[in-house]
C-alpha cells in the first residue's frame, strides 16, 4: 500500500524553526520527486517547495526563499522541510506529495499522484 506519512508539525511563536518530515511507504522515494504543499484556511493549495529525483535539484516559492530547506534522505525513504523564520502567514496544513518537480516552472497540485495526510503548522505568539 502506498503512503506518505507528514510528521513534525506544531505550534511556534513567530521566527521559531520547525522540520517536517514526510516518511514514505509501499514504494521507494528516489525514483519520484517530492513536493511540500501547504492549505491555509479558505484559501487553495499552493505549492512550497519540491526536489526532484534525479539530482536533487530544488523549487522553494517566492513566499518561502531563504527561509525554508528541502532535502531527502532516500536511505531513509524519508524528505524533510527545514523551516526556519517562520511567520504567521505560514500557518497551514503542510502535505508532502510524489510526483514531479520543474524547478523551474514550480509545481501544481495536479502534477502529484500520492498524498500524505497533512500537518497542521501554526505560526502564533
Known amino acids: 500500500q502506498v503512503q506518505l506519512v507528514e510528521s513534525g508539525g506544531g505550534l511556534v511563536q513567530p521566527g521559531g524553526s520547525l522540520r517536517l518530515s514526510c516518511a514514505a511507504s509501499?514504494?521507494?522515494?528516489?525514483?519520484?520527486?517530492i513536493g511540500w504543499f501547504r492549505q491555509a484556511p479558505g484559501k487553495e493549495r499552493e505549492g512550497v517547495s519540491c526536489?526532484?529525483?534525479?539530482?536533487?535539484?530544488?523549487y522553494y516559492a517566492d513566499s518561502v526563499k531563504g527561509r525554508f530547506t528541502i532535502s531527502r534522505d532516500n536511505a531513509k525513504n524519508t524528505v524533510y522541510l527545514q523551516m526556519n523564520s517562520l511567520q504567521p502567514e505560514d500557518t497551514a496544513v503542510y502535505y508532502c506529495a510524489a510526483g514531479s518537480c520543474d524547478v523551474v516552472a514550480g509545481m501544481e497540485p495536479y502534477e502529484y499522484d500520492y498524498w500524505g495526510q497533512g500537518t497542521q503548522v501554526t505560526v502564533s505568539s
Open positions: 526536489i526532484s529525483s534525479s539530482d536533487g535539484s530544488t
Open positions: 509501499g514504494f521507494t522515494l528516489d525514483y519520484y520527486a
